[in-house]
Antibody, heavy 121, light 111 residues
Framework: EVQLLESGGGLVQPGGSLRLSCAAS????????MSWVRQAPGKGLEWVSG????????YYADPVKGRFTVSRDNSKNTLFLEMKSLGAEDTAVYYC??????????????WGQGTLVTVSS | QSALTQPRSVSGSPGQSVTISCTGT?????????VSWYQQHPGKAPKLMIFDVTKRPSGVPDRFSGSKSGNTPSLTISGLQAEDEADYYC???????????FGGGTKLTVL
């Protein structure tokens, strides 16, 4: 069974940094692209970032470009999201999800349970 | 404002059919057959229901179907059941710059 388990969320002050992790199991991690998708409280889904299976390619939504960095450790089956210069607009539940191939982002299945990031003073 | 436009809410009675639309542009839904739909119950993670416009993952009931006409893909749920009450989001690949876009979500109420 494919499982994704996010961690690292919490309360951070505006301008601060946070690193999220997503531990994957149940599939050959290096063979699949992974993405981060966030959901602000009471709002819809927003794709944040994606990374290819080999980590050779990384992609970002405009609102996070230059502030967020996605990475992965295929030896530990773990996905990361390094977030800097955080603002209130970054407050959201952050989900990791599995793509459809080594550099495929046309569907997300499955999703982790999410980790809440709250940016507030 | 989301890139893809969905109705905020739809409703139907048990056994009926409902259709949720998702309007985009030729740069996203109209330009690629990579539309997916996600179901999200309150407090839960989204679940993939439809991908590549019309395909159903294993385990998803055939009451769920997808289609597309021009720049408007749609999700149809037939034989509505109480457990279908949830939020539904459309999603599309949008090319190498924008990459991925979601709709704003539609709340389905089963009366």
């Amino acid at each position: 069974e494919v499982q994704l388990l996010e961690s690292g969320g919490g309360l951070v002050q505006p301008g601060g940094s946070l690193r999220l992790s997503c531990a994957a199991s149940g599939f050959t991690f290096r063979n699949y692209a992974m993405s981060w998708v966030r959901q602000a409280p009471g709002k819809g889904l927003e794709w944040v970032s994606g990374i290819s299976g080999s980590a050779a390619s990384a992609y970002y939504a405009d609102p996070v470009k230059g502030r967020f960095t996605v990475s992965r450790d295929n030896s530990k089956n773990t996905l990361f999201l390094e977030m800097k210069s955080l603002g209130a607009e970054d407050t959201a539940v952050y989900y990791c999800s599995k793509g459809c191939g080594v550099d495929c982002y046309t569907r997300f299945d499955p999703w982790g349970q999410g980790t809440l990031v709250t940016v507030s003073s | 404002q989301s890139a893809l436009t969905q109705p905020r809410s739809v409703s139907g009675s048990p056994g009926q059919s409902v259709t949720i639309s998702c309007t985009g542009t030729s740069s996203d839904v109209g330009g690629y057959n990579y539309v997916s739909w996600y179901q999200q119950h309150p407090g839960k993670a989204p679940k993939l229901m439809i991908f590549d416009v019309t395909k159903r993952p294993s385990g998803v009931p055939d009451r769920f179907s997808g289609s597309k006409s021009g720049n408007t893909p749609s999700l149809t749920i037939s034989g509505l059941q109480a457990e279908d009450e949830a939020d539904y989001y459309c999603c599309s690949y949008a090319g190498s710059h924008t990459f991925v876009v979601f709709g704003g979500g539609t709340k389905l109420t089963v009366l």
